[in-house]
């Protein structure tokens, strides 16, 4: 009997793992999850979506543990993950205006300088950057002459004013017009001012500067400019983020790999019903992630 237990610790042992906070710069830190059986392992870089998001994928008021439960699932696999909380999530703990003094590409350069810090210690294999809804657009610009791999999961294809525009516009049809002239004045560099209340509030000044540093970059042109693997993944369950999407970004990077993952939702999570379930799940931190994202993850990392 005793032998046979230590036959089962040992097996056990074989997929031990760690987590340690790991501090990048002053403004950036996040969770490091390693497998201890794995010498150098592949390592993850995990860019959260929009919003003030942390490590775990959750902001104040929606829990769901989607990219705590994501990187979990990748270490079992022998994939070390690091996971940080974004930009601006330090910033309002800090007590600092988000709106008035961050820029889309402050967290491009959090990126690199995350991907720098990896690279000096050493101590991982490849290392692959995966950036979720907006952080995809984010991880495309920073992967860039810096990963081995890049992995879009959910991200846009089309230039932030184009899915922004068509949003406003199904709700709200009289406004497309205001709207274009907007995001055109926005583009060239001119403050924004509107009529409309509505847009007048999401306009507001303070947030234009991060809109007009968002608005200059084009998913479908960054991602032909990435000379490494890709991995383009999307549910068919995502109401943000259409599959439509992650096939205009497979048709500007035509060798990248395309995975559609049926009943999937925008957090990960398996949706059968309709879209009461899809809602609901957004603020359900026991639901566990989808088991073929992570074995479509781990095949792609591991072929590297």
Not at 135 to 156: K, P
Not at 191 to 209: G, H, I, K
């Amino acid at each position: 009997m005793k032998k046979i237990i230590v036959l089962l610790l040992f097996a056990f042992s074989g997929n031990a793992q760690s987590t340690s906070d790991v501090k990048i710069t002053d403004i950036i830190e996040g969770t490091l999850f390693t497998p201890n059986s794995v010498e150098k392992p592949s390592l993850v870089i995990l860019i959260a979506g929009s919003g003030a998001t942390n490590r775990s994928g959750n902001q104040v008021g929606v829990h769901n543990n989607s990219l705590k439960y994501l990187a979990e699932g990748l270490v079992k696999e022998g994939i070390a993950v690091f996971s940080f909380d974004k930009r601006v999530v330090a910033m309002m703990k800090a007590g600092i205006n988000p709106e008035k003094e961050l820029r889309f590409s402050h967290q491009i350069d959090d990126v690199r300088d995350v991907i720098k810090h990896f690279k000096n210690q050493n101590l991982h294999g490849k290392i692959i950057v995966a950036g979720h809804s907006e952080g995809s657009l984010i991880g495309m610009v920073a992967s860039r002459d810096n990963a081995d791999a890049f992995i879009s999961l959910a991200g846009a294809g089309r230039k932030i004013d184009k899915i922004i525009t068509e949003q406003i516009t199904r709700q709200m049809p009289s406004t497309e017009s205001e709207l274009l002239q907007a995001f055109e004045s926005l583009a060239e560099g001119n403050e924004v001012t509107v009529e409309n209340q509505v847009l007048a509030s999401f306009f507001r000044p303070d947030l234009q500067p991060f809109l007009k540093s968002w608005v200059d970059l084009d998913p479908q042109q960054e991602i032909r400019k990435l000379n490494i693997p890709v991995l383009i993944i999307n549910g068919t369950k995502d109401y943000q983020v259409p599959t439509s999407e992650a096939e205009l970004l497979k048709a500007a990077k035509p060798e990248a790999k395309l995975h559609l993952i049926t009943n999937m939702n925008h957090l990960f999570k398996e949706i059968k019903g309709d879209d009461a379930e899809n809602l609901q799940s957004y603020n359900n931190p026991n639901l566990p992630v989808m088991p073929e994202l992570i074995q479509v993850m781990t095949n792609f990392i591991k072929k590297l």
